[in-house]
Every structure is written in C-alpha cells, then in structure tokens.
C-alpha cells in the first residue's frame, strides 16, 4: 500500500518504512507527525482519489533529524561594469521515516506511539538544582610550603 501526501507545498509518495526529506517540520528527532492531507491511496486492488483529500486517511511519521540542504550559490555578474553579486543559501530540511499510512478514520497504533520518558513513567519531572543551593567547596591551599625541618 502507498499514499500520496502533501506538505509543503510539495506532493510526496510515500509507503511504510520510506524516509522522506521534506521541507522543515517542528519537533525534535523522534517526534510523531501526522500527515492529514491525502490526495491518493493506491491499495493491492483498490484505489482511492481525494476530492482534494480521501476522507478518513492519515499518514503517521517519525521525525528522524532535522539537517539542511546542500549550499545554493546565486551569482550575478554584470559583464563591464565591475558589478558582481554572491548569494548562499542552506535551505532547513526535516528527514521523516514513514511508520504507517490509515484508512478509515483509524488510529495510530500502540507499536508507533513514542516510547514513555522516565519522567512519564515515574510522573515526577526532572528537578533542576540551582547553583546557589550547592555549598562551595573550599580549595583554598596554603600560599607557602613551610620546608620540612
């Protein structure tokens, strides 16, 4: 089974387990994202076309990384006049592994929820220590060594 999705502007098609580079996403490597905008559904034997979207279809992902693209160089040079112009640009980038693709109004299922943080688990955040509660150690050394007698 494959869908095609959209996002970005862009139209991807997609299957389980691709990974696909799209354009910058928020959330970190690990978070879920869910792509709601399906325009096609192509099964074995039965296929589906959105009218723009297919009703009850979602794409689940996972966000592998958060990288950018290779350096475009826009160069204008104006022959004669001593009139150049250099431009870069890196354009952000978000790396998504497909986990599964939804018919129906379907769930994601438990194998594709994030795995729980010890915080979760515990229902305790992490503390934070401020510097100020920590008591100072003393280094202080003696300024001269008195010679052995």
């Known amino acids: 089974m494959f869908a095609v999705i959209k996002t970005g502007g862009k139209q991807y098609k997609v299957a389980a387990e691709n990974k696909i580079t799209v ?15 399906v325009l096609a559904l ?12 297919v009703a009850g279809a979602t ?6 990384e958060q990288t950018r ?8 040079k104006r ?6 112009r250099k431009r ?3 354009q952000d ?16 299922s438990a194998a594709s929820e994030p795995e729980p943080t010890a915080a979760e688990v515990t229902g305790t955040a992490p503390v934070a220590v401020e510097a ?13 060594l008195e010679p052995a007698e």
Do not use: Y
């Open 69 to 76: 693209g290779a350096k475009v160089i826009a160069f204008k």
């Open 79 to 84: 022959r004669r006049k001593n009139s150049k």
């Open 23 to 37: 354009m910058s996403l928020e959330g970190e490597a690990g978070a879920k994202v869910t792509f709601a905008e």
């Open 132 to 144: 100020s509660s920590v008591p100072a150690e003393t280094t202080e050394q003696p300024s001269v």
């Open 59 to 64: 794409v689940v992902g996972e966000i592998v």
């Open 93 to 108: 980038l978000t790396i998504v592994r497909i986990v599964e693709i939804l018919t129906d109004g379907a769930e994601a």
């Open 88 to 90: 870069g640009h890196k």
């Open 42 to 53: 192509f099964d074995g034997e039965a296929t589906q076309i959105g009218a723009p979207f």
